[in-house]
């Protein structure tokens, strides 16, 4: 609710501008958006299929730029929306989905307004239940302290400063046995989406699908 307040107060003081591609009249344009409609499978060394909605390039990487790095908040409904409509795909089950955001650095949450991919995830099962999907968010992963900053590594490195650091949160799992849905924004080697499975397996919970907005994987 404050997300969707302080949403509307930015639109009456500012119109809003495409992320996208600049044009005003709407955080993210229908031309840009439809560049995000064509969800398909990507190589990935996660145990689930894995899905992006559009390759790390052009208009959707400056689409997921503006929301996780540069404060374009108002980009979640827009991308939410557009990630609901992949479910069916990614889950399998459109009749009980499960969501599990991928976790962040608790000093990346903190610049970015909290954690995106919850937020991200909100605005997805909002619009999901639009659809006639009933989604449930389960913010059931987080990131020991000394994980560092991904950007810049290779698979490798990435598997490495992952290893027993993505961390169950007993409390807000799903049901043992629930599949659930790992939600992501980029998913560039696959290492964080094996992380979170393994993480996730150590607490009872199967991974059936794994959704990103965007990869560099997809061509």
Known sequence: MLDHAVDRALDLLLP????GCGASGAPCCPGCESLLTSPSRLP???RAPAYALASYRGVPRR????????GRRDLAPALGGLLAA???L???DTSNCWLVPAPSRRVAARLRGGPHMVRLARHCASRAAELGIRVNIAPALRLASDAEDAVGLDQARRAANLAG????VPAALPP??????????????????????R?????????????????????
């Open 16 to 19: 809003p501008v495409c992320a």
């Open 44 to 46: 990935c060394p996660s």
């Open 63 to 70: 689409l997921v730029l503006a929301y996780k790095e540069r």
């Open 86 to 88: 992949a479910l069916p």
């Open 90 to 92: 990614a889950s399998g």
């Open 165 to 168: 650091r993505v961390l169950p």
């Open 176 to 197: 043992a046995g629930t599949g659930v849905v790992l939600l992501d924004d980029v998913i560039t080697t696959g290492a964080t989406a094996v992380a979170c499975e």
């Open 199 to 219: 993480a996730l397996a150590s607490g009872g919970v199967p991974v059936t699908g794994v959704l990103a907005v965007t990869s560099p994987r997809l061509r």
